[in-house]
């Protein structure tokens, strides 16, 4: 069965620590893997995505993940978090749209929530 | 102005009502998708459509139903047969024959009273 998991419900880090955010996944074919971020009472913004290639990929606000075949493992990660980062974070997998093929439909891992010290 | 337009932002159901929720996009997307979120539940998917005139039942349908009759615009209703309908309700849309992103509304707080 398709599945993500973000194994870390709540993070708190301290402002301008790094930030690594976890995300394993269980996907029956080549996935394409996605993070995006929820503040609150808002909808979802996408920080990155992967499809294919170099395995590190960059995304918006200084964030990026690192795609691990063997692992499963599609972490996100932040060398030095902001106060402004203070949000929902979620990891998603999904297969290519097309009408007849896949239905297209991203599966959601439940979601860390990040918390951010002074 | 680009995007997905959800609304109403906020909308109270008293039981036994039946209430729907708009969700326009002018991405000139095909796909699009209705999920539910509840704290710690991640997104669950209620309903998709792919084309116009066709939609497919995704993983919590009972008690929702929904319309594609045209390209921009995919309400979803909630029906007095859904026994827990208090959440947020989250449109997206995402192109078809590409490896392409989802885009998503900013969400319906939807609360029975």
């Known amino acids: 069965a398709q599945s993500v998991t973000q194994p870390d419900i709540h993070i708190t880090v301290s402002e301008g620590a790094s930030l690594e955010l976890r995300c394993n996944y269980s996907y029956g074919a080549t996935p394409y893997l996605f993070w995006y971020v929820q503040s609150p009472g808002q909808g979802l913004q996408l920080l990155l995505k992967y499809f294919s290639g170099d395995t590190l990929v960059q995304g918006i606000k200084g964030f990026e993940a690192e795609f691990k075949r063997s692992q499963s493992s599609f972490n996100l990660r932040k060398p030095s978090v902001h106060w402004s980062d203070a949000a929902e974070y979620f990891c998603a997998v999904g297969a290519i749209t097309g009408y007849g093929g896949s239905q297209g439909n991203l599966i959601f891992g439940k979601g860390t929530k990040l918390s951010v010290k002074p | 102005d680009g995007g997905i337009t959800q609304s109403p932002k906020y909308l109270f159901r008293k039981e036994g009502q039946n209430v729907t929720l708009s969700c326009e996009q002018n991405l000139n997307h095909d796909a699009m998708y209705w999920y539910r979120q509840d704290p710690g539940q991640g997104l669950r998917l209620i309903y998709y459509?792919?084309?116009?005139?066709?939609?497919q039942k995704g993983d919590i349908a009972e008690g929702y139903s929904v319309s594609r009759e045209k390209k921009e615009s995919f309400p979803l209703t909630v029906t007095s047969a859904q026994k827990n309908p208090t959440a947020f309700y989250l449109c997206a849309v995402r192109g078809t024959g590409g490896s392409t992103e989802a885009f998503f509304g900013q969400g319906t707080r939807l609360t029975v009273v």
């Open positions: 459509s792919q084309i116009v005139n066709d939609f």
